[in-house]
């Protein structure tokens, strides 16, 4: 989308909007680091987002790249800055199909550096002398493709001080076809106010976006305003100076005085803000939080989908994708932009989608081995396994080889039965609760637009042992209300979808649908078995990247290779979405046998691994008779009192975290 | 789908199935009264159907066309019959060519009758001698695309008595492709189950199916047994002799006979059993009933969607359709058999459906201009056709222009509502009640696989007059759960949808969806602006052609003809599936006014007709004033008992029939 439309939606509304600048870093892990960064600020809900241009080899396909990623992947409709003095026509060419081809369709157009050894612009040959010739130069090639921002100077440039012939300057590149226009960084908001009047008596009527600078530092600070020369009103200094070597305080204090400059802004008709982030997150924030700007819980950020939407080039319809990649959307779009056409509407017929191989860029685990084992630590039996899982489903731990965030709030009604599952060695990778209707609006599972429902199937994805893999099929093959597919490394799959048993087609399997006013049903969410099988291969990769972060002969290396040779990855989805607990009991009295022993084959003192019987293959069959008697106690035990769901409070079945049992449990209480 | 895997099916499950023989009547309305039959004979739940074929000229085509509209518009599985001996091959060539792009996959290959004049069979100039040759061409001129089944003779044929040779022919046919057997009609199970045996010992290991008379009357049923020549037990005679002029008495005791026949064959693991209905609908169903195999609300017909599925060519995964035409199915059917493509998953983006004119066959309306006086009497007044409407909703009368049944069990729920509505003149045209996610299996409601749930959102279709449409528009526009299009006969369409005031996108409002195991959200209805425009013209082209059933200078085509150049079709949806009652409060206080006096322009003594503002285009002010008026008072005395929905019986909202006010009511409380 235009970011012209986009501010002019903004006037219409009257609902002040805002935007984040970043440049390409200099490091892969910076990189990294920046997208992760970027994908939280996405919560802040900014109304776009530049990356500047990276002038010069590498960083002009980094900006390129990152263009691409935060447009598709992250969902940011994104403005590329574009220099050309310093550059090649074929230069420019590549950078605007590029663009194009990210689904981008903003550029920053700027004349550039001058290049260090000359001290007046000039053109390479075939190049262009000014940032107009380049707005004249896009606007040709591509039409109306592209929204044209340029760059405004309230308090001179560089090499050219004279206020009249800048905007003089600027008044040309407008009507070479500029849309908008971005300033320089400034802190003196009347010297901005003034100048933007002057621009308007020149005719200069297109958006005029002020550039704004949080304080990250004093320093940072200082360096900045002596570099750009802009004047800094005395309040500034007098604030700042008395606690320059208190970052925290410069911080506090310096958000108020960007917020009293922004508030001033706002007061005075300017409805959209730019802030020039650094490629750092917090002062911005701080900003916008003093101005009361960002998401909260009663305001939420709009969310079309439950999921972040892609905004590249053919993806913008794109409102239906597997459950699986729910924690690692950034891999979903690298593993499945080779599609000509995305779902719609429908998972379809798309039987044999074909997923990208695992070595496309972003696949692998993140992150160095040494800041991984910082991470997740040594385990040296299951159970330390299993106690990280707890950690994590507990807020402890941030990310595991298959969540790139910590756990949502979605997850804290599953909470208690997670923690308890993952404790007991039954490793739970994603899961959702069931939903029966919550208002679209709804701060937790709400999405799409207003005065809609939305509702879910509970989903639970679950590494099983292979002691417990036999025991829980036969569970789940009794009950007719689940579908399940179960998969381990070596490809041998199970499911009951398809089967003729009556558990469903062997189509996709919708899991998050929406009702809306006067629209066709929407259901953003599916599982399905072509998809499965690619996120299996990616899981066990994960989880060898994962045992790979260890030493070659160490335990730790041992443990989760195992694991990944012997276990199944299962997906469950309770069908019927008005049994509130559905899944869980299914879980009911199974337990990994000997969690906290040394694995089989380890010759650390293990003085039990001779009597077990091996666990590798499934094989595991004294354990499985255990495993089998436990739960028939535990079950016998634990009656459950009720028949049937209950009615009484319909709206957000998920939400009810009491552990009633429902009908679903008859499958199996007299296994 | 071939005959032959639908009797494995059967065969499977060990559930007895049957069908039903038809022939092309000879006048225009026995073909329109045989459509009407084979539509409510659906609902006996016929495995399939088959269609005789009418040699030579007129009743060929009838055949074909027969078996398309069968097959296309009221979605049953059909074979049709096909002579030889009295054939041109390029005849055949094109029975076969419009059997194919019906959609028929089911052929039933004959020898066909001896032309008079001649003693022994012989083959027309390049055609065929014996079914066999036509069982060989079929087979290689379309592979497998038809099942082809053919007749058996267990007690002989016109021309050849020698039982050896029969099963000898029988075999040829079989050996030259046949897939299935249809025996000539019998009364004797021994003879059959004998001769069965016979074939099997002689290598026919093809499904037989035995072919039953139904007895409609004695007369009917001696002249079928001199006729064939078969053998009738001496206990037939014995039982229905002595009652002969009682045509209800041998109706009641031939079904018995036939039943304890066809228990006879069930017993003896025949598992299809086919009738030949003569085209009537009685006699056959009395046999069911007996054998206790037809649908019962207790065990329905399996019902893949809320209408019936076209088994069209094209249109066999058609799983979309517009509300609009639900009383009017093969209309619709006719007005679509030229697209390309079919709505599957979503109504999508055919924006612009092409919609047939309305000159196709079927389209006008049903019956003789005397009969349909007869039906609907010469309404003299509004009060006149309000009654008629009313008398429909109570099911008094049996159709009306627009609704070629009588009104379905789903609008019980509705019932009071909607007669009270159309007593006060709002002449209702099609409704349903919202449903909040009831169970697959209701009895009512329910359809698609089991173990689902359904789901609906409120729909009115209602003619208004001119004098309340405004009134009624300003209510809707209040109330953000309301998306309506209004439009009169002029085309003057008036809607919420699509006009940025939040009541929905211009696109299609699913209001009929469904969730099931395993699968996609499955929407098989919706609301949307072309096809409304096109159902318009369809509209007032039935209500047009009912004025012209009576005498030009008639009271009664006056008053419908003023309805129609006047008023205005409205359809409404409540987006709001949860609210039990969202639509009717709408219209309370409305009334048209002076119903009981002649319209305008008539001179049969109205004193009142020159004190009358015009009703014309809507300017019936003076009326309209005191429309509001009414409101407001009875708005005032029926104040709202509760806000918001009562959720402690979710499951099927519109089973609720209480006049509970709910939030819908907010909009015009305060009008």
Request: glycine share 8%; net charge negative; hydrophobic share 35%.
């Amino acid at each position: 989308m235009h970011i012209s439309a986009k501010l002019a939606e903004a006037q219409r509304l009257q609902r002040p909007s805002y935007s984040f600048e970043f440049f390409p870093p200099k490091t892969a892990q910076g990189v990294q680091n920046l997208y992760d960064r970027m994908d939280r600020m996405h919560g802040f809900g900014p109304s776009f987002i530049d990356i500047t241009w990276g002038a010069g080899g590498r960083l002009a396909t980094l900006t390129c790249e990152m263009v691409n990623t935060a447009q598709s992947a992250y969902g940011l409709e994104t403005c590329m800055h574009l220099t050309c003095t310093d550059m090649q026509k074929s230069k420019i060419d590549e950078a605007l199909k590029e663009a194009y081809n990210a689904g981008c369709t903003n550029i920053l157009a700027l004349r550039g550096d001058p290049p260090r050894e000359k001290e007046k612009w000039e053109a390479t040959a075939g190049g262009f002398r000014y940032a107009k010739d380049l707005v004249k130069y896009i606007r040709d090639a591509y039409g109306n493709h592209f929204d044209i921002g340029v760059a405004g100077y309230p308090e001179g440039c560089d090499d050219q001080d004279d206020p009249e012939l800048l905007i003089e300057h600027l008044k040309q590149k407008i009507d070479a076809g500029g849309t908008f226009v971005i300033t320089q960084m400034f802190y003196d908001a009347d010297l901005f106010l003034e100048w933007v009047a002057k621009c308007r008596k020149a005719g200069i009527n297109v958006p005029i976006i002020p550039g704004l600078m949080p304080i990250h530092t004093h320093a940072a600070f200082m360096r900045r305003a002596n570099w750009t020369k802009c004047h800094v009103p005395p309040e500034w200094h007098e604030k700042l100076n008395p606690i320059k070597n208190d970052d925290a305080a410069v911080r506090e204090v310096g958000a108020q005085l960007v917020a009293d400059l922004c508030r001033k802004l706002l007061d005075n008709g300017i409805i959209h803000l730019h802030f020039y982030t650094m490629n750092l997150a917090q002062a911005t924030r701080m900003v916008l939080d003093s101005l009361a700007l960002t998401p909260t819980s009663d305001s939420p950020a709009s969310k079309p989908l439950p999921w972040r939407q892609s905004l590249g080039l053919n993806r913008r319809d794109e409102n239906v994708r597997p459950i699986f990649w729910r924690n690692r959307n950034r891999s979903y779009v690298a593993r499945t932009q080779d599609w000509d056409e995305f779902p719609n509407g429908r998972w379809g017929d798309s039987r044999s989608p074909a997923y990208g191989e695992l070595d496309t860029y972003g696949i692998g685990l993140k992150g160095t081995n040494e800041a991984n084992r910082k991470l997740w630590g040594e385990p040296k039996t299951l159970k330390d396994v299993a106690d990280l899982f707890v950690s994590y489903m507990s807020g402890k731990v941030e990310a595991l080889p298959w969540s790139e965030s910590p756990i949502s709030s979605e997850a804290d009604t599953l909470r208690d039965d997670l923690i308890n599952l993952n404790s007991r060695g039954l490793l739970t990778i994603n899961s959702q609760p069931p939903v029966d209707g919550a208002r679209s609006s709804h701060p937790v599972y709400g999405w799409g637009p207003r005065n809609g429902y939305v509702f879910q199937k509970a989903y639970l994805e679950v590494l099983v042992s292979p002691e417990l893999i036999t025991e829980l099929l036969t569970r789940m093959d009794r009950n007719e209300d689940i579908t399940y597919y179960a998969v381990n490394q070596a490809g041998d799959l199970k499911t009951n979808a398809g089967d003729g048993s009556g558990h469903g087609d062997e189509g996709p399997n919708a899991v998050t649908w929406g009702v809306f006013p006067g629209k066709e049903i929407v259901q953003p969410t599916i599982v399905e078995t072509v998809s499965f099988l690619a996120w299996r291969d990616e899981f066990f990769r994960l989880g060898n990247d994962w045992s790979r972060c260890y030493d070659a002969s160490s335990v730790s290396r041992h443990v989760i290779k195992e694991m990944m040779e012997t276990w199944y990855l299962l997906n469950i989805v309770h069908n019927d979405f008005r049994q509130q607990r559905g899944i869980f009991p299914l879980f009911e009295g199974l337990q990994v046998p000997d969690m906290d022993q040394p694995m089989k084959g380890l010759t650390n003192g293990d003085t039990h691994s001779n009597d077990k019987k091996p666990t590798v293959n499934g094989k595991h069959s004294a354990s499985n008779v255990n495993g089998h008697a436990e739960a028939e106690a535990q079950t016998n035990g634990e009656k459950p009192e009720t028949q049937g769901a209950d009615l009484s409070e319909p709206h957000v079945t998920g939400a009810d975290t009491s552990k009633k049992d429902d009908k679903a449990t008859n499958g199996y209480h007299d296994a």
